[in-house]
């Protein structure tokens, strides 16, 4: 398989990918993450970019991700919301998983808002549903069906029980 190759290949994956902690909040726009590709304060913030952004731009399709590489003497994150503000998130000589847990307490949605998205995604209605809580009580409600039996009478030879009394006839 050709997505398979490469350093890491897992993080291709889509069960990786799925796995991520960080949603990010609605108002997020752009998020961009800054380091060098060398130092040693700049470690988790490579690893940050290597294991967790694949996860992050799988998690938020609608959030424009970038990074930028060797053009800063300490690395940060910056997050750009609708309305214009920025919001500056320090990672110098924090390792990736601090990095993580910073972001979701800072721009990620809460453990509450997920819950009830997840619900919202879950409950969606369908319109072919019917029944008790449903829009349409009853199927002789959706156009092109039959009416009711108990309203109209169904034509004999559309019921089973006159069918099998004509073939044993």
Known sequence: ??????????????????????????KIKIFSVNYNTYGDHHEGA????????PQIQYKNP?????????????PFIRCYYEDGKQILVDIDSKNRDEIMN???KVVGK??????????MAEKQDNPANFGVGCTKHCICE???QLPCPGVVPVPKHMRGKYRYQQQHQ
């Open 1 to 26: 398989m050709p997505f398979m190759k490469g350093k890491a290949p897992v993080r291709r994956s889509i069960q990786y990918l799925s796995s991520g902690r960080l949603a990010l909040k609605e």
């Open 46 to 53: 490579r690893d940050f970019v290597f294991w967790n952004i």
């Open 62 to 74: 609608a959030v424009q991700v970038i990074t930028f590489k060797n053009m800063t003497p300490s």
């Open 102 to 104: 910073h972001l979701i």
């Open 110 to 119: 809460s453990l509450e808002t997920l819950k009830a998205e997840a619900k």
């Open 142 to 144: 959706v156009p092109g």
